[in-house]
């Protein structure tokens, strides 16, 4: 489809209120002159606006305006959407309206990008508190949090090499580093306090403390590696595009434990034993006796839960698409509702077929319009008429459906 034709398929709906025929027209070509606006579907598009729309197929017309609101489809480059959504909104004003993937899209990016900023802003003083808690020294948890700093930096500035990735690798790589890569460089520093706690210089302390946890900081880095490369093998791209991200990330982490976390270590270990404190966590001896005295009960109680659980999980209801990601208190749930209250809610679908019957073409359109569900189509045999020869290979067709879930073909 691509090959065949320079159009892709519409992806916004533009709701402009209060507007008269002529008023819409010139609403259309400002829209047309945006940058990242393919392209443009209106009532014009589909009847003589010269002609007075009492005299048109009523239903048709109510497609594209009703009750003196004008509602555009509106085609958005994928590669300029945040832009292009923005520059629309900044055209039609709050008091306007616009919907659909291309906006959901923008919206969740500019939203997703600055929520994932307030959660680190808020994550970031409850890790450092977690670790001084669990530490021995006030120092520790600041080496421990740069240094996987530095990994995530070095993976987000790597990432250039893919050309592109999805803003939701981009957004939650970082959060997801840190949760799973922490514990390399907390292994490696309480084997490196336990070697100096025998009594070993710094350096060979460090040496053996590499030597002696090698093998489980590997262990559990292949692991997680192995487990984010499975996604590559996903059909669906957000799998490949966050396997291999995450996949590099931990892998790049791993380096920075074993060679930069090392290195800080031997460094500010002076420093490190000048800022010792107590160790505030306590002792779990008598939860550990606990544990040991009911560990037959507990054992018969989770795999009596195994059943329920695994029963309760297979009637899970899910939420696809994204109706369910913005709530009416934002501006696009409030759009979203306002068009489809009055146009109702409707999905645009393209279909090609091959050139050479016009009449078949016909004939398709005429069983198209039978189906319920469709509200209107604009193709070339509805828009010229069988009778214009075309010099196209392929005849396409754009469609809008009310409702996909009552119909699909």
């Not at 390399?184 to 060979?204: T, V």
């Not at 034993?273 to 109680?301: C, G, N, Q, W």
């Not at 934002?330 to 279909?351: A, E, M, P, W, Y």
Request: charged letters at 20%; a negative charge.
């Amino acid at each position: 489809m691509n090959k065949e034709y320079d159009m892709s398929i519409p992806n916004a709906r533009v709701m402009i209120s209060d507007v008269s025929i002529s008023e819409a027209i010139d609403m259309k070509q400002k829209l047309l002159d945006i940058d990242g606006v393919d392209d443009v579907t209106w009532l014009d598009d589909v009847v003589d606006t010269y002609i007075p729309l009492g005299t048109q197929d009523k239903d048709v017309v109510e497609n594209y305006y009703k009750d003196n609101n004008a509602l555009f489809t509106v085609t958005v480059d994928e590669q300029t959407r945040l832009e292009t959504v923005n520059a629309i909104r900044k055209l039609i004003g709050d008091e306007n309206s616009m919907s659909g993937s291309a906006v959901n899209t923008a919206v969740a990016t500019q939203a997703t990008n600055s929520e994932i900023k307030k959660i680190i802003l808020l994550v970031l003083p409850i890790c450092l508190e977690i670790l001084c808690i669990t530490s021995h020294s006030w120092i520790e948890p600041i080496l421990l949090l740069g240094t996987i700093g530095v990994a995530i930096i070095l993976n987000k500035g790597t990432n250039l090499m893919f050309g592109s990735i999805s803003f939701v690798t981009n957004a939650a790589g970082g959060v997801l580093q840190l949760a799973v890569s922490m514990d390399y460089s907390i292994f490696l520093l309480h084997r490196f306090e336990e070697m100096r706690a025998q009594g070993q210089e710094p350096k060979e302390a460090m040496i053996n403390a590499l030597c002696k946890s090698t093998s489980s900081i590997l262990s559990s880095g292949l692991t997680t590696i192995i487990g984010f490369a499975a996604l590559i093998l996903m059909r669906f791209k957000i799998g490949p595009d966050m396997g291999i991200a995450m996949a590099k990330a931990i892998t790049l982490s791993l380096i920075t434990v074993f060679v930069l976390f090392p290195v800080i270590l031997l460094y500010f270990y002076p420093l490190i034993d000048k800022t010792r404190h107590k160790y505030i966590v306590p002792d779990f001896e008598k939860f550990s006796k606990v544990v040991m005295k009911v560990m037959l009960p507990a054992v018969i109680v989770f795999f009596i839960l195994i059943v329920p659980c695994n029963l309760a999980q297979k009637i899970n209801s899910f939420s696809y698409g994204s109706s369910k990601l913005f709530s009416e208190n934002t501006q696009i749930g409030r759009d979203t509702k306002k068009i489809d209250s009055i146009f109702g809610k409707s999905n645009n679908l393209v279909l090609m077929v091959p050139k050479g019957d016009l009449q078949k073409e016909t004939e398709l359109s005429d069983k198209l319009h039978e189906i319920p569900e469709l509200s209107s189509i604009i193709s070339y045999v509805d828009s010229s008429g069988a009778e214009v020869p075309m010099i196209n290979t392929y005849s396409c067709g754009s469609i809008v459906v009310e409702n996909l879930n009552s119909w699909c073909s």
